[in-house]
Structure formats: structure tokens, C-alpha cells
């Protein structure tokens, strides 16, 4: 045990020494939350629409007052003609269009139900899902309002409806997909690093010609990592709740538990590329294509995995990033349980354990 | 006379080819073994085996009266080792590094303060001890290598090429240290490419193509082959080599 304190101690003073491994380590982190929680954003302010109102009565006025009032759009112009629209959006000055037909207050009084169409600007399709996105929830809202006196409820016709993220807030899904990307690279990169440094520095015969039990000293590797990882998930926590203004829905220790499992599967990465790898940079090389490529493609947070072709949507099973993103926000956002999250906690668990006992067999086999 | 290594047809296959094949040699207690060979001649695979890094093909082998198959474990606390690398932590201080291979190897706090500050003291490196070990000059690494490597009173150390690319008043001053430490009864074996060295060693087994050619003092051998210097013995022994450098 005092041997095992003494290489800890070594591991922290070989990191703690290091600079740009400490800027890595708690640079990358802040560097990523605040690049995807503000630049990244895809929330869109200010986005300039139009709005043809070929109804002019006091429910379409309404509409367009709550319209004008939201902080995402900006209204450009009013009671357009129907044909004039086309051409503002061929000018790229308007990203979207909202059209109220004839009669659109009166068909809501008198049938209980009318339609209005959105028209988008979908040259960017995601700003466009986006913008529909947000005019449907303004108009929900009214709706509601408009309902609470009613005997029988209205219906305007914008069937959109958005759970858990109401606003619409980049940050709810960046903030997972952040933690996941984090943790993988510091996790991986640095223990392969390490590791395979001592074996470039012939350190590592040493240690293995001493005493000390080659599984100590990949135990005492990922202590170190395991600690420090934790300190950033929570320095993750800390900045989205204090300056994303995300708050942590869920059980914050339920977090932190399912972080730590997360964590030891890249620190298994990590080792599995370290015993393959003979050189820092291999190391560094494998890290980098191999997990962090995988983990912005296949995790679901940038591109929605549903949309991907059978064959990919099967590989993305096999990403650990994957199941640790939907438990972060199933936690975070949603503010489940871990009865609601069991089966993919089960299932990372599982992939855990495969590259646990995968690089500890291969470890063994170079000693041999 | 105690012989604290015994090895017995001792041979590491690795697919068809063989690295070493058949070695028989013993080393006796307190004596300076040199064991020299070409590059590729299989030394670093003996060595390997002994030190309990790799498991031999056939054979039998004790180190310290440990069996190299099933008690690895208790060899490894009675040998020390010395890589052809230099193999301290170069981010870490002079002291940081003897109190973490004294604390791997089990020392006690005290033992560790006591033996380092006496470390020290004979390698002159008291004004040196806070800095970071990749601040020193290579002979002075070489020299603090050596001195972590016997830290533990081990019976046998372990050295591989340890004076490589050191100047000879470096080297000189490194044998010294050998000496110091045979004087306390470590068993020293090591490899060396520089003939001069050979001349130092109690005895001496040349490798060839991974069997042992001639063991003897050097004495003896420069006898047996009616030569003037070690150089020559080598030099006659290693043309016959098939096998190419690595």
C-alpha cells in the first residue's frame, strides 16, 4: 500500500510539473465548453422574418405582437404581398415567412380551429428547423393563454411540440456531448501518454524488474487521471451551471457515478492503445483518430445518430461516448432516475469490462 | 564457491528463430561477471530471462536461489537493474527519484532518508539534490543510475551496457562505484562493449549467435587464445558470428 502511495505521489508530481499537460488537462475543458455552449451555439437570435397577414384582425395582430416581442426574431416587414415573399428570401435578407390566411381569426372563433403557414428558408436546414421551431412555440403559448378562458379550446394549426428544452437552449446538448469529448481525450491521451512514455524512457523495465506488481502500475497510471477527471467533470458542472445557466436536474451524485464508470472505460482505452503503442506520438495519433472522431460522430451530439444509415446507427452502439451521452442528459436535463437509465448504464458497464480485461490480458502478454 | 546464478541449457525461441541457445554458466557470489557478446548475439535475452522479464523457452535458471519460472517474484527483491537507458525520471528532483525507487522497493522512510543522504554525500551531488535529474550532465545520470539500482543492498545487480556514450574519466569513475559495491558483496553482472571494461571483470563468457563461446578470467583467455588484449579474444571470436547486427 505505501508502495502504491509512493507511485501516486510520482504520478501526480510527473503531471503536476508538466505545464502543458495542466493546460491540457483544465485548459481544454473550459476552452470547449466555452467555444460549444457560446460560438457554437445553435441558438439564433434576431433571425430577420416577414409576416404576410392577409387576415388583419385582432387574433393575427396578437400573434405578430408576441412575435415581434420574442428576442428571436426581428420583424422586417408587415402585410407583404404573398409574391413579394420569394423575392426577400432569394435576397438572403429573411430567414423565414409567416403567412395568415383570410379569415384566420374568424375560423378560429367560429370552427374552433385555424391554420397558418411557416415558410422557411431551408438552404440552411438546421437554422430553418430551428426558427419553425421557435415561431411554433410562440405560437403554442398563445394558444394557451388564449385558452385558459375558453369552454372549448382553439386550435391553431403548428403541431410542434418541444420537450425538456422549451428555449431551445444550445447548451442542453452541448454540455453532455462536452463532458463526453472531455472526458474520452483526457482520459485516453493522457494515460496511453504516460504510460507509453515510460516505455520510450526504459523506466518501465525498471519498474517491472522491481517488486512492484505490473498491475499496481497500471492501477496507480489511472488513479491519478481517475482523480483529476472528476475534478473536471465537476469544473464542467460548475461552468454550465454558473455561466450556461444549466442547471443539473437530476441527482448530481448519480452523475458522478455514472462519470466515474465512463471514466475507467477510456482510462481502459487508454491503456489498451498504450500497450499497442510504442511511441508518445503513435500514442497521441491513435488517441486522437481513433476516440475523438468516433466520439463526435457516433455520440449523437452533433449529428442525430436516427438519421445516420442502418449500418453506422449498428457501429454507434460500440461507442462508449454514445450510452455516457444519453445518461448525462437523461440526468442533467431530463432529471431521471436510475431506473429510467439502467439499460444503458448495464450496457457500458458491459463495454467497460470487454476493454478492462482486453488490455489487461494484453498487458500480461508483453511481459511474457 | 556460493553460486548465486545458475543457468542450465537455458534457451528463448521466438518462432523459429533462437536468441539464445543452450547457455550453462554460473556466477559465484561477490564476483564481476562480464557477459559480452556482438549487438544481437542474445545477451539482452539472457538478461531478460534472469531478471524474470521473460519466461525461457527450456532450460533452467535460479537467480539468488530463486527458480526463473515460479519465483520471479522473490527474485525481483534480490536483484537490482540497470536498462541500457537511461532510466530515471528526468521531470523529477535527485531526491525525489531515490525516495520513489526506495519506496517502490519497499524501504522504509527511514532507511530511505539514511541511504540517500549517504548517496549523496559519495556521489558529491549534495548541492545537485533539489534539482530535476535532466539538469545533470550524462555521467553524473549514469553514476545516479547505478547508485538507485544497488539502493536496496540487492544480492545481484543487473547492469546493461551501463557506461554507453560516457567519457572514459566518467567510466573509470563509474567502476569505482562497481567496486564499492562488490566490497559490500553485491554480485555484479553486466554488459559492456568496451573491451577495456572486460579487463575489470572477474570473468568473463563471450556470446556468439546465442551460445556462450568462451568463459573465463580474462587472464585465462587471453592465454588460451595467444593474444595480447581482450579486443583480440573478442575479435577472434565474434568473425565467426553468421548472424547479422541488429
Given at each position: ?28 475543458p ?13 441558438e439564433?437570435?434576431?433571425?430577420k ?19 415581434e ?22 435576397e ?35 437554422l ?151 511511441t ?9 483518430m ?11 451530439f ?22 455516457y ?44 | ?6 543457468t ?27 557477459f ?6 542474445g ?7 534472469l ?16 527458480d526463473?519460472y ?54 558529491g ?12 550532465p ?109
Amino acid at each position: 500500500m505505501r508502495q502504491f502511495l509512493t507511485f501516486i505521489k510520482k504520478e501526480f508530481s510527473h503531471v503536476l510539473r508538466d505545464r502543458k499537460t495542466l493546460l491540457i488537462l483544465f485548459g481544454l475543458p473550459v476552452v470547449q465548453i466555452i467555444i460549444f455552449g457560446f460560438a457554437l451555439s445553435n441558438e439564433v437570435k434576431n433571425a430577420k422574418i416577414v409576416v404576410v397577414d392577409y387576415a388583419k384582425d385582432d387574433v393575427s395582430r396578437q400573434i405578430m405582437n408576441k412575435i415581434e416581442a420574442s428576442r428571436y426574431f426581428e420583424l422586417e416587414k408587415r402585410s407583404l404581398a404573398h409574391h413579394e415573399v420569394e423575392a426577400g428570401f432569394k435576397e438572403g435578407q429573411i430567414k423565414l415567412a409567416v403567412v395568415f390566411p383570410a379569415n384566420f381569426g374568424a375560423d378560429l372563433l367560429h370552427f374552433n380551429r385555424a391554420q397558418l403557414q411557416v415558410i422557411a428558408d431551408a438552404s440552411d436546414p438546421n437554422l430553418a428547423n430551428t426558427l419553425t421551431n421557435y415561431l411554433s412555440t410562440i405560437v403554442m403559448d398563445y394558444q394557451l393563454a388564449l385558452n385558459e378562458n375558453q369552454a372549448v379550446p382553439l386550435q391553431i394549426g403548428t403541431e410542434v411540440r418541444m420537450l425538456y428544452n422549451p428555449q431551445l437552449k444550445g447548451a442542453h446538448n452541448f454540455v453532455p456531448g462536452v463532458m463526453a469529448l472531455v472526458l474520452m481525450l483526457v482520459c485516453v491521451m493522457m494515460t496511453s501518454i504516460s504510460i507509453v512514455r515510460e516505455k520510450e524512457l526504459g523506466t518501465m523495465e525498471i519498474l517491472l524488474v522491481s517488486p512492484f506488481k505490473p498491475v499496481l502500475v497500471i492501477l496507480s497510471k489511472a488513479v491519478p487521471y481517475l482523480i483529476l477527471s472528476l475534478v473536471n467533470v465537476a469544473s464542467i458542472l460548475l461552468l454550465s451551471v454558473f455561466v450556461l445557466d444549466l442547471p443539473v436536474k437530476g441527482s448530481v451524485l448519480l452523475l458522478f457515478a455514472e462519470s466515474t464508470l465512463f471514466i475507467i472505460t477510456s482510462l481502459s482505452l487508454g491503456l489498451l492503445i498504450s500497450v499497442r503503442a510504442q511511441t508518445q506520438q503513435t500514442a497521441m495519433l491513435i488517441s486522437m483518430m481513433g476516440m475523438l472522431l468516433p466520439t463526435l460522430l457516433f455520440s449523437g451530439f452533433m449529428f442525430p445518430i436516427e438519421n445516420m444509415p442502418k449500418v453506422l446507427q449498428y457501429i454507434s452502439n460500440a461507442v462508449p461516448a454514445k450510452w455516457y451521452y444519453i445518461i448525462v442528459k437523461s440526468i442533467m436535463i431530463k432529471g431521471l432516475s436510475l431506473s429510467a437509465i439502467w439499460k444503458e448504464t448495464l450496457i457500458l458497464f458491459g463495454i467497460t469490462m470487454f476493454f478492462l480485461m482486453v488490455s489487461l490480458k494484453n498487458f500480461k502478454i508483453r511481459l511474457a | 564457491m556460493e553460486a548465486v546464478i545458475k543457468t542450465d541449457k537455458l534457451t528463448k525461441r521466438f518462432g523459429d528463430f533462437i536468441a539464445t541457445n543452450n547457455i550453462t554458466f554460473e556466477v559465484y557470489a561477490g564476483e564481476i561477471f562480464g557477459f559480452l557478446g556482438a549487438n544481437g548475439a542474445g545477451k539482452t535475452t539472457a538478461m531478460r530471462m534472469l531478471t524474470g522479464l521473460s519466461t525461457p523457452s527450456s532450460g533452467s535458471a535460479t537467480v539468488a536461489g530463486f527458480d526463473v519460472y515460479r519465483e520471479t517474484e522473490r527474485i525481483k527483491k534480490n536483484i537490482g537493474y540497470m536498462s541500457q537507458k537511461f532510466s530515471l525520471y528526468e521531470d523529477l528532483t535527485v531526491m525525489e527519484n531515490i525516495r520513489f525507487f526506495g519506496g517502490i522497493y519497499g524501504l522504509s522512510d527511514k532507511a530511505i532518508k539514511e541511504k540517500s543522504d549517504m548517496l549523496v554525500e559519495q556521489l558529491g551531488l549534495a548541492s545537485e539534490k533539489k534539482k530535476l535529474v535532466g539538469a545533470l550532465p550524462l555521467g553524473w545520470k549514469q553514476k545516479l543510475s547505478f547508485s538507485v539500482a544497488v539502493l536496496h543492498d540487492p544480492k545481484i545487480v543487473f547492469l546493461d551496457e551501463p557506461t554507453g556514450g560516457v567519457d572514459p574519466l566518467t567510466r573509470r569513475q563509474f567502476w569505482d562505484l562497481i567496486y564499492a559495491a562488490t566490497s559490500r558483496g553485491v554480485t555484479v553482472f553486466v554488459t559492456t562493449h568496451y573491451m577495456d571494461e572486460a579487463e575489470y571483470c572477474n570473468r568473463i563468457s563471450i556470446m556468439v549467435d546465442g551460445s556462450i563461446k568462451a568463459l573465463d578470467t580474462p587472464y585465462n583467455l587471453k592465454r588460451e587464445f595467444g593474444v595480447g588484449s581482450m579486443d583480440e579474444v573478442f575479435y577472434k571470436l565474434a568473425r565467426e558470428a553468421r548472424r547479422s547486427a541488429d
